[in-house]
């Protein structure tokens, strides 16, 4: 009895201890540069611990002390850093382990390198670990009181997002932004546990199409029907076709109406370019096989007509104004009303539709295998190397 009690409490012991060694031990190999900001003139910075800043490109020390709290602002031929001038194009800066970077007030793992763009202003880039970086996107683009197994596919799918995004990008000054246009990232203030461990348990983990990693878009609400990817972008990738998705019914974005007085909807258009007077009617002309709007016709009272596609509409207006180019539209009383589904792109995984599959006992895998059809679950260190 004695015996049993203490294997048992020594495995209680072992089981707090190991999530924390695999948490302190998050280093995944890969590294992602991540813009976080860009086209300022000037940021503070704020090292509360042992740090040092390097040039970038001689690597030469700058400046290393145990503590700063300053400004980095362009100079006119370099930076002014916390008060010293700087030549050069940049800076790079590092702190000991377990300290972290301040910027403005957001708290960043990694490395941070300040450029001086062209134009003049700054571009600060996060270098981070794969997963320490994933850590700050899982938490700002699902719930964490979510389900562990939503949780685990989104893991997966961000990862698999970030390494598709840093192969492509690997000539570009950074791999990823910090927004929906790439993955939402708010460096380490907010993480987790639950969306922490979502990246742990699924360390190393990517999905895979024909034995290689491909653009896993995903997105909040599909509403009923995925999107094929070749409707939006120069992309015909055969797990990014649309699936019907009966998963996502409870989403709070399933619906939306929204308002857009005729004068702002008339000023917008004319400021993309559109040549168009005083907006008399405004016609779906097709819906694609997802039921989101393909050509939107508008015509003003003259008579005068301009047909634009619903991407084009939607990024107008920007993709928040708009949720999805799934959508109705009427005017009335001198608006606009646009009665809507859906929140995203709709391509690739449906968010809602995932946390519905897990609600329903789904596992990780069958939610990446039905939204992505015909992919594989791959460690990433099993991946061909390619440029
Ligand atoms: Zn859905």
Redesign the pocket.
Known sequence: MKRYFTVTLISAIMLIILPLANYVSAASGVTVRVAIIEDRTSVDLSLKGKYAIYALGTGKVLKEGPYLNGKVTVASDGLLVGGKAIGGTGINIKVVKDSNIYIDTRRFRGSVDIVRKDNGKLLVINNIDMDDYLYGVLYHEVSHRWPAECLKAQAIAARTFALEQARGNKGQPYDLRCDIYSQVYGGRDGEKWSTTHAVDSTRGKVLTFNGDIFPTYYHA????Y?EDASNLWNADIAPLKGVP?N??GN?KHYRWAKELPLANVESKLKDSGYKIGHIKSVNILSKNRSGRNENIEIKDDTGTSVVLTGKDFRQIFGPNEIRSTKFDAEIKRGNLMLNGM?WGHGVGM?Q??AY?MALRGKKCDDILKYYYPGTEIMAIDKLPSKP
């Open positions: 609400t599909c509403a009923g995925t998705c998963f996502c989403s859906g449906c809602w539709g519905g």
